[in-house]
């Protein structure tokens, strides 16, 4: 999880900020984008076959032998039974693709997207539940499904950005802002446990400093003696 929140922001900045396009001439075949940093791209398609190369969408092409997502060539993904669905998700006969890399789902025909917007993928087969491109095992995927757009529960254990949130109790966990969560009996700041947090008093301000009737924290970590008594509407202040 701790990866995940870091990366979201400069994954948005650098991915292109609307659709390309494929341009094709005889010989070669780009793919034109515009992104924040770099400005307009063309990124020429590797192992394209121009003749046969055909734009599925403004995001997925394909030719004889290859599929691509966008500039990238999708390995192993087949090209006479590829279908599109909601960007960046494709599939064949064989898998399902997240912006081109594949999901290894199990049960292709019992596939069901629970959950897809820009930033997260979540999902479940027969077997298994996805996020994004990880596979995870869960002990009853009949009863898997969403708590918010993060968060995902198989009625027994709770997962945080396809990650399983240690002890956490699925009747009572909910997310706080700055990265917090917590349930009846725990704490945690991005999946790690805040072992020293009083549960019941425990806070988060609405710019993310997470505290209770003890003090104030920084990430896992208390940092500041005991908070004022009427901290729980209010931020906590350094004492003047």
Not at 131 to 143: L, S
Not at 198 to 208: A, P, Q, R
Request: aromatic letters at 12%; glycine letters at 6%; charged letters at 30%.
């Amino acid at each position: 999880m701790k990866k995940t929140l870091l990366l979201i922001l400069p994954l948005l900045l650098l991915s292109a900020c609307g659709d390309g396009k494929y341009e094709v001439t005889p010989d070669t075949v780009c793919y034109t984008y515009w992104t924040f940093s770099f400005g307009t791209r063309h990124d020429t398609l590797p192992k394209v076959d121009a003749k046969t190369f055909e734009a599925v969408k403004n995001w997925l092409g394909r030719d004889a032998a290859h599929v691509y997502y966008q500039n990238h060539l999708i390995e192993g993904c087949d090209p006479a039974t590829l279908r599109a669905h909601k960007k960046p998700l494709c599939s064949d006969k064989n898998d399902y693709y997240y912006k081109g890399q594949p999901m290894h789902v199990a049960d292709v025909d019992g596939f069901k997207v629970l959950k897809q917007d820009d930033l997260v993928l979540w999902a479940k087969d027969s077997r298994y539940a996805y996020y994004d491109t990880v596979r995870i095992q869960v002990d009853d995927v009949k009863a898997f499904h969403l708590i918010e757009w993060c968060v995902a529960t198989d009625n027994i254990h709770v997962y945080c950005f396809g990650e399983r949130v240690p002890d956490a109790d699925p009747k009572t966990y909910e997310s706080l802002v700055g990265g917090y969560a917590k349930d009846r009996s725990h704490v945690w700041y991005l999946n790690d446990p805040v072992i020293d947090a009083d549960v019941e008093s425990f806070k988060v301000t609405d710019g993310g400093v997470g505290y209770d009737k003890n003090g104030l924290f920084e990430g896992v970590e208390r940092v500041k003696p005991a908070a004022p008594v009427n901290a729980a509407e209010e931020e906590p202040r350094d004492e003047e």
